[in-house]
């Protein structure tokens, strides 16, 4: 038997097409309770013909010299387009013991969302909430390519809903 990973996109997922594939970049964190730091990372958004995107994330700490350091945070998951409207639902797992869900909508080329469910387990940081809005925008080298941009709020650790990670990626070539 033949494995075939070519699928169609799941007509849901219509509105979020321009996500799919994988991007790279650099980004800044900060946050009260830490010292603020640079990061490379890698973003995959992929799917096999159902009407839900794969989505992956990793971070490695830039140095100084901005080389790749020491892995940070991962995360994976899966977004939804219910009905393949405008509402966009995503579940997000991180293997420090947080699970997320988010709920919001896609617009054109932007995706806003925020918490509906954040659970933990009884070792894992508090988070209580959080905000994600990623978009394209025209790329920063004058070419006709377009950049992936995200902020991720949170709030956590007794600290009010601020922003805590942000990056600019661009797509990886196929």
């Not at 869900?101 to 959080?130: M, N, P, Q, S, W």
């Amino acid at each position: 038997m033949e494995i075939v990973f070519e699928h169609e996109l799941h007509p849901d997922l219509k509105a979020l097409e321009w996500l799919v594939g994988t991007w790279e970049g650099d980004g800044i964190g900060d946050y009260p309770t830490i010292e603020q730091f640079r990061f490379t990372q890698q973003v995959s958004f992929t799917h096999i013909g159902k009407p839900f995107l794969i989505y992956s994330s990793r971070t490695w700490l830039l140095d100084e010299d901005f080389k790749q350091g020491r892995a940070l945070a991962m995360e994976t998951g899966f977004w939804r387009v219910p009905g393949g409207g405008r509402e966009v639902e995503v579940l997000l797992s991180h293997p420090t013991g947080i699970q997320e869900i988010y709920t919001g909508e896609v617009a054109f080329h932007k995706v806003e969302l925020v918490t509906d469910v954040v659970a933990r387990t009884r070792t894992a940081k508090e988070v209580t909430g959080g905000k994600r809005l990623y978009g394209l925008f025209p790329a920063q080298d004058g070419t006709e390519e377009r950049d992936l941009g995200w902020v991720y709020e949170m709030a956590a650790q007794g600290q009010s809903m601020q922003v805590h990670m942000s990056a600019q990626l661009k797509k990886v070539p196929q």
